[in-house]
């Protein structure tokens, strides 16, 4: 019961977030390569955990797979999976050399 709550509550603040933040982060995919970054992250997520039960999920509708497909979605899974962190890297080192130099060091 106490995992349901939580899932609702995390559920209704990323309904609240997406509402509010929706717009302006889809404004500024077209300017901001950090911005574009974490949108393909997002993507490949979204791309990982439906490759993650294919199979299985598959199967659940009575449509028999070959184990070779099985192997073949958790492959691709797991490279979509190690992609997401990779991203996410080159999207922060961009943010951090956009920012203004405070203390008029170079870098």
Do not use: Q, W
Not at 40 to 45: D, E, K, R, T
Not at 56 to 62: A, K, N, V, Y
Not at 72 to 93: A, G, N, Q
């Amino acid at each position: 019961m106490i995992g349901l709550l939580i899932y609702l509550v995390l559920l209704t603040c990323l309904i609240l977030c997406v509402k509010k933040h929706l717009r302006s982060f889809l404004a500024g995919c077209t300017k901001d390569i950090v911005l574009i970054g974490t949108g393909v992250s997002l993507v490949f997520m979204a791309i990982s955990i439906s490759l993650d039960g294919l199979p299985r999920i598959l199967s659940s509708l009575g449509i028999e797979t070959a184990n070779d497909f099985s192997i073949l979605m958790e492959s691709m899974e797991e490279i979509v999976e190690l992609r997401i962190p990779l991203i996410l890297v080159v999207s922060t080192v961009a943010f951090f050399n956009k920012t203004p130099n405070l203390h008029g060091t170079d870098r």
